[in-house]
T-cell receptor, first 118, second 115 residues
Framework: KAGVTQTPRYLIKTRGQQVTLSCSPISGHRSVSWYQQTPGQGLQFLFE???????NKGNFPGRFSGRQFSNSRSEMNVSTLELGDSALYLC?????????????????FGEGSWLTVV | AQSVAQPEDQVNVAEGNPLTVKCTYS??????LFWYVQYPNRGLQFLLKYITGDNLVKGSYGFEAEFNKSQTSFHLKKPSALVSDSALYYCAVSPKSGGSYIPTFGRGTSLIVHP
């Protein structure tokens, strides 16, 4: 079955603009989480959604937001872009939400969206 | 708070030789432990995970990892490295109970396998 699909794969934006990234999880997966990956900071957790509700949020400013739709697809939005927002944004899906660690919840990643802010 | 340490930024090994990528962790209680691999310009791919039971976990592409509770380690190993194993490897930990599951990732280790 299809994996996690992220669009767009590459984009260039100007400082001050906003951007919306999209993620379609693996079929049947209802949990979607977002990560930012940069050379300096590594992988940093942004937020997680399950059944259209944000369950967890990382330590990022309010310019970073997200949402999840009834079909489990998710979008993340970054407003007022800064140069430091240039990164690979990774979406991951899983069948169960966080906090149900009894099954050692495995998350599966998409290919990512490369954002360059100029 | 949970944390993961991958003490080596880069590991170099000759093709055909065994490889080890190190990972140590800190978490309250018992952990779930994961290894992911990232090839250039790609997302992370799941390799293997430790949940419970046998301390030696076997995963994809011939990789395995050994959970050592006393040393709080979960080193990734492969008996015979391939050039195609060259990639970035991430270790991750999450607690089995209590609070948020959200996994914490290490900084990653670049594995370079020389022909």
């Amino acid at each position: 079955k299809a994996g996690v699909t992220q669009t767009p794969r590459y984009l260039i934006k100007t400082r001050g603009q906003q951007v919306t990234l999209s993620c379609s999880p693996i079929s049947g997966h209802r949990s979607v989480s977002w990560y930012q990956q940069t050379p300096g900071q590594g992988l940093q957790f942004l937020f997680e959604y399950f059944s259209e509700t944000q369950r967890n949020k990382g330590n990022f400013p309010g310019r970073f937001s997200g949402r999840q739709f009834s079909n489990s697809r998710s979008e993340m939005n970054v407003s007022t872009l800064e140069l430091g927002d240039s990164a690979l944004y990774l979406c991951a899906s899983s069948s169960t939400p966080s906090g149900t660690g009894a099954v050692g919840n495995t998350i599966y990643f998409g290919e990512g969206s490369w954002l360059t802010v100029v | 708070a949970q944390s993961v340490a991958q003490p080596e930024d880069q590991v170099n090994v000759a093709e055909g030789n065994p490889l080890t990528v190190k990972c140590t962790y800190s978490v309250s209680g018992n952990p779930y432990l994961f290894w992911y691999v990232q090839y250039p310009n790609r997302g992370l791919q799941f390799l293997l995970k430790y949940i419970t039971g046998d301390n030696l976990v076997k995963g994809s592409y011939g990789f395995e990892a050994e959970f050592n509770k006393s040393q709080t380690s979960f080193h990734l190993k492969k008996p015979s490295a391939l050039v195609s194993d060259s990639a970035l490897y991430y270790c991750a930990v999450s607690p089995k109970s209590g609070g948020s599951y959200i996994p914490t990732f290490g900084r990653g280790t670049s594995l370079i396998v020389h022909p």
